[in-house]
Every structure is written in structure tokens, then in C-alpha cells.
């Protein structure tokens, strides 16, 4: 069965940067992108990006697209995302979520979330 | 971008109403739409995609149907299980993908 297990909780400081990770098992990890999704405390879900773990290409949301890098790493069955120069706004629970299946990209199987606080 | 509006924002019902939820897009997406449930503290879970499919193990009285612009979720009878936030996702490949801002349903 499809797992996407997620790295634990991180405080960090106005200016510095969150490298979030998410090590996939239960399917070929190439054959799927990844998508990253946040959600600030009681807000909606907001789509980040996604990754195709085969060869590393991804999409970004315009908003993230000067902070944000993903990156996967297929010996291991690990995408990450890393976001810069955190504010107080990025304050947020970060799910990956893998592609559903087919042609189409949307989320069909989602990590447990990791949240991320930005405080100083 | 394309932007996905739900409505209502709170839908208030009693066990074993039929209720439906609305999402419209501001462009057509034909039927790349998805439904997802969220509960408190959890991730989303995939209800339908397509605008029409059900997601394995997803119980029959969810069901969704549209396409172009406009989408409805309709739960047939109201369980208290299925108290949630419910959100449309927008997947034409026009990046970004949008969610829709969420349906919170209660019980009455």
C-alpha cells in the first residue's frame, strides 16, 4: 500500500530557511509525481508545487517560485522541499501528497503533514 | 490563474439530509475537478476526481457531477462521520493547481 511518511516538526527563525521531507514506499516511486500542499492554522489548502521524482523537473507556484526548491532523491524514495527566507506567514502544517494516477495531476494519497513554525 | 469558488463557506444539516456543496471555476476546466474531506487534524482524503468518479472505498452516498465552470458534491444522507471541510481542486494542466477556499459542514 501506497505510505508517504513525513519528517517531524521544525521551529524556525524570521530569514531562515526549512528543508521538509517525505520518504514514499508501496509503489514505484519514479512513476509518480509528488505534490507539496500547505495549510496555515485554520486556513484552506494551498498548492506549493510538484516534482517528478524521474529526473528531478518540477512546477512551482508563482508566489513560492523565488524561495522554493524540491528535490527527490530515488536511492533513498525521498522528495524534499526546502523554502527560504521563512516569514511568519509560512507558519503551516506541509503535506506531500502523490500524483492519483494516469495523466492527470492531483493529489490522490497524502503524508501525515509536518508542521513548520515560524516564530522568533 | 484559474480561481475555484465554493459555496456555502458553513453548511449546517441534520443526520441523514441530502446535501449539496457548489464549486464554480473561473474558466472552463471540463471535468478535471477533484473533491477532497478534510477532518480536524488529519490530511485531505480523496473522495472523487473527474468530477464524477468515486475514489475506491469511498462510501456511495458521496457523488459528484458538472463540468465547464460549475460542480456539486452531494452527500445523499448526512452521517455524523461526515462532518469535515470539504474542498474542490482545480487539475486543467494550467498551473497552479487551485483548491477551492473549503466547505465547512456541521451537524444541525
Redesign the interface.
Same mark, same amino acid.
Given at each position: 500500500q501506497v505510505q508517504l511518511v513525513q519528517s517531524g516538526a521544525e521551529v524556525k527563525k524570521p530569514g531562515a530557511s526549512v528543508k521538509v521531507s517525505c520518504k514514499a514506499s508501496g509503489y514505484t516511486f519514479t512513476s509518480y509525481y509528488m505534490?507539496w500542499?500547505r495549510q496555515a492554522p485554520g486556513q484552506?489548502?494551498?498548492?506549493m508545487?510538484m516534482i517528478n521524482p524521474s529526473g528531478g523537473n518540477s512546477?512551482y507556484? &508563482?508566489?513560492f517560485q523565488h524561495r522554493i526548491t524540491m528535490t527527490s532523491d530515488t536511492s533513498t524514495r525521498t522528495v524534499s522541499v526546502e523554502l527560504s527566507s521563512l516569514r511568519s506567514e509560512d507558519t503551516a502544517v506541509y503535506?506531500c501528497?502523490r500524483d492519483?494516477g494516469g495523466n492527470?495531476?492531483?493529489?490522490?494519497?497524502?503524508? &501525515?503533514?509536518t508542521l513548520v513554525t515560524v516564530s522568533s | 490563474d484559474i480561481q475555484m469558488i465554493q459555496s456555502p463557506s458553513t453548511l449546517s444539516a441534520s443526520v441523514g439530509d441530502r446535501i449539496t456543496i457548489t464549486c464554480r471555476a473561473s474558466q472552463s476546466i471540463n471535468v478535471w475537478l477533484a473533491w477532497y474531506q478534510q477532518k480536524p487534524g488529519k490530511a485531505p482524503k480523496l473522495l472523487i476526481y473527474k468530477a464524477s468518479s468515486l475514489e475506491s472505498d469511498v462510501p456511495s452516498r458521496f457523488s459528484g457531477s458538472g463540468s465547464g465552470t460549475e460542480f456539486t458534491l452531494t452527500i445523499s444522507s448526512l452521517q455524523p462521520d461526515d462532518i469535515a471541510t470539504y474542498y474542490c481542486r482545480q487539475y486543467k494542466k494550467d498551473f497552479p493547481f487551485i483548491f477551492g477556499q473549503g466547505t465547512r459542514v456541521e451537524i444541525k
Open positions: 505534490h500542499v484552506g489548502l494551498e498548492w508545487g512546477n507556484a &508563482q508566489k503535506y501528497a492519483h492527470w495531476n492531483y493529489e490522490g494519497y497524502w503524508g &501525515q503533514g | -
